[in-house]
């Protein structure tokens, strides 16, 4: 541990996640592309029996290319690249054979997969510039291939109901995309809550077992070493009494911001239990006595408690696991908190048992694990 990176993994409310708008896209994508695959099947069917073979073969050939499409989506749906892209694509493909038939049947009836395609857009749960770009994109080509078509009138109708369906389109996809967004944010807060403590925003138990693991097998790839610290708070349920429970858990606050200040980024923090934190990561790390001397001053800079009620004291040990060394996270775990227990019994006067030499936090600093 050194002091010049003094980061560590911290409590912050989690960034917008594009990945949960991505594949909220890519759920869509098939069951889309199937539906629009199906109406292009009846529009060239149709074409077809009218005799309109331009409009007709258009319709089958983008029946056949939806088809497919809803194929690969729904095999790749989970990672499907730039799926706004694609379903973009696949409206604009359905909004081509309608101005398609249009002008070269000059039958207004052929803007019907126009609609479609508008309806389309607004169901795919694309992001808002993709839906503007698509939408426009459609009235554009619609309203040329309105011009270019030999028409008796201008239809009014079709221009009302085409207004109507990219407005509801338009108001369900902000919906069902802001619905999606605070549905991730749930999922997220419950994520975190499951791998974080509450008090402190270090990670809990489960959090050092997951993030541990993954630091051990690195470690092991790369022939590094893998260090563990364990460290106690002394004297916590002094402050508990003489004080509140409250002012305990400023205590405990406190040395977990300290802990934060000391170690390095890729060093993982985490409160284990009431009084007591955990640090793993890469390499032989800092010694206990350094660690300890760091943190006492780190908070004597601004003691959460008066320094006659808790004079800022931690104790901590430590132990490494060696490149060659075949012993597992629980292992390491295992033998930093023997140091650390060795350590304290050592300071107050000898060996105790340690059931009875541990200090018992209350039921508030008892983080979820």
């Known amino acids: 541990m050194s002091d010049d990176t ?20 890519r759920s869509t994508l098939p069951a889309i592309s199937a539906f629009l695959a199906a109406g292009m099947v009846g529009a060239a069917i149709v074409g077809f029996l009218a005799n309109q073979v331009v409009a007709a073969t258009a319709a089958s050939v983008a029946a056949g290319a939806l088809a497919a499409l809803s194929v690969v989506a729904f095999t790749r749906r989970q990672d499907l690249p ?25 039958v207004v009836e052929w803007s019907l997969p126009v609609l479609v395609a508008l309806a389309a857009a607004g169901s795919a749960l694309l992001t808002l510039r993709w839906l503007v770009a698509s939408v426009y994109t459609v009235w554009v080509a619609w309203l040329a291939g309105l011009a270019a078509a030999d ?24 919906s069902r995309r802001n619905l999606t967004s605070e549905l991730s944010d749930i999922s997220s807060t419950a994520e975190q ?16 077992s997951l993030l541990g693991q993954q630091i051990v097998e690195a470690a092991r790839r790369t022939g590094d070493a893998v260090h563990c610290v ?12 003489s004080l509140s429970r409250e002012s305990g858990d400023e205590v405990v606050v406190a040395v977990s911001d ?24 890469p390499g032989p790390g800092m010694s206990p006595v350094e660690l300890e001397r760091r943190i006492r001053e780190r908070i004597l800079l601004s003691p959460p408690v008066a320094i006659d009620i808790w004079d800022p ?13 075949s012993g597992s996270l629980d292992t390491l775990l295992g033998k930093a908190d023997q140091e650390m ?23 508030d600093q008892q983080p979820n694990s």
């Not at 227990?341 to 039921?363: D, H, I, K, M, V």
Request: proline content about 6%.
């Open 6 to 25: 003094p980061s560590v993994i911290r409590a912050e409310p989690p960034s917008p996640d594009d990945a949960a708008q991505e594949q909220a896209v």
């Open 82 to 106: 730039n799926p706004d892209i694609v379903a973009v694509g696949v409206i604009l493909t359905v909004a081509a054979v309608g101005v398609a038939g249009l002008v070269s049947s000059d």
């Open 151 to 174: 028409l008796d009138r201008w239809p009014v109708a079709w221009l009302i109901a085409a207004l109507t369906i990219t407005a509801m389109g338009a108001v369900s996809s902000v």
């Open 193 to 208: 809550a499951a791998v974080r403590d509450p008090l402190t925003g270090l990670v809990n138990r489960r959090g050092l």
């Open 230 to 241: 364990y460290i106690d708070i002394d004297q916590l349920r002094h402050v508990n009494e």
């Open 258 to 281: 300290a802990l934060r200040s000391v170690t390095r980024g890729t060093d993982i923090v985490a409160r284990w239990g009431g009084d007591e934190f955990c640090i793993i990561g």
């Open 313 to 325: 004291k931690v104790c901590a040990g430590g132990a490494m696991l060696a490149p060659w060394d």
């Open 341 to 363: 227990y060795l350590r304290r019994a050592l300071r107050r006067g000898g060996p105790r048992n340690r059931r009875a030499s541990s200090e018992p936090a209350t039921e």
